[in-house]
């Protein structure tokens, strides 16, 4: 089945301790990107990533980084997570950043993360 | 840069028409997509238009004026399913064809 995997799907954490949460497609898409949604403020991307190796900031990438070492993963690391990163996150992807405009971007289920 | 507006809630009731409206400002707009959140899930995408007018697919169709940067979703026989959050997106080549969302309109389909 062609999909999402991000993991885990609930984490609570403590500030300051590194995290990371992966995202793991099957579908080999080349364009890979995370977003945060918080209550009223809709979907904001987080990173993205073009292909291999090939990573950009979204508009809200204070606190993260990402890395694309291989097509089918796009892991999000917190580094030193505060509760302000209290969130809801999902990974999306699609065959390109065009195609995804088009075609639609398969989501993620979803990671709420909670940082206390 | 890009952004949108849409509103945050609307309610009907069960077999009416609604319709959600979306406005936009953006250079080198490219296209308007839709997409649907039931609480908490995945969204899951739902049209996408790059020239005005209608487009069809069953229950639900968009439109789209580029010359008023004015889209609506229309969801015709309304069911309690349909209850959700809808998204705008707008993609511009000056922003690589990535889409920036709107924050959301919460549809509420009452009995």
């Known amino acids: 089945e062609a999909q999402v995997t991000q993991n885990p799907r609930y984490l609570i954490t403590v500030t300051g301790k590194k995290l990371t949460v992966t995202c793991s497609q099957n579908?080999?898409?080349?364009?890979m990107s995370w977003y945060r949604q918080d209550p009223g403020l809709g979907l904001r991307q987080i990173y993205y990533?073009?292909?291999?190796?090939?990573?950009d900031k979204g508009d809200v990438p204070e606190g993260y980084k990402v890395s694309r070492k291989e097509k089918r993963n796009f892991p999000l690391i917190l580094e030193s997570p505060s509760p302000n990163q209290t969130s809801l996150y999902f990974c999306a992807s699609s065959l390109d950043a065009l195609a995804g405009t088009t075609y639609g971007y398969t989501f993620g289920s979803g990671t709420r993360l909670t940082v206390v | 840069g890009q952004s949108l507006e849409q509103p945050s809630e609307v309610t009907a009731v069960e077999g009416a028409i609604v319709q959600i409206n979306c406005t936009y400002q953006t250079s080198g707009f490219y296209g308007l997509s839709w997409y649907q959140q039931h609480d908490g899930g995945a969204p899951t995408f739902l049209s996408y238009?790059?020239?005005?007018g209608l487009e069809e697919t069953g229950r639900f169709s968009s439109f789209l004026s580029r010359s008023d940067s004015y889209g609506y979703l229309l969801l015709q026989e309304l069911q309690m399913k349909d209850s959700a959050s809808y998204f705008c997106a707008v993609s511009s080549s000056g922003g690589s064809y990535i889409p920036t969302f709107g924050r959301g309109t919460s549809l509420i389909v009452h009995p």
């Open positions: 238009n790059a020239l005005d």
């Open positions: 579908m080999n898409h080349e364009y």
């Open positions: 990533s073009m292909n291999v190796e090939v990573t």
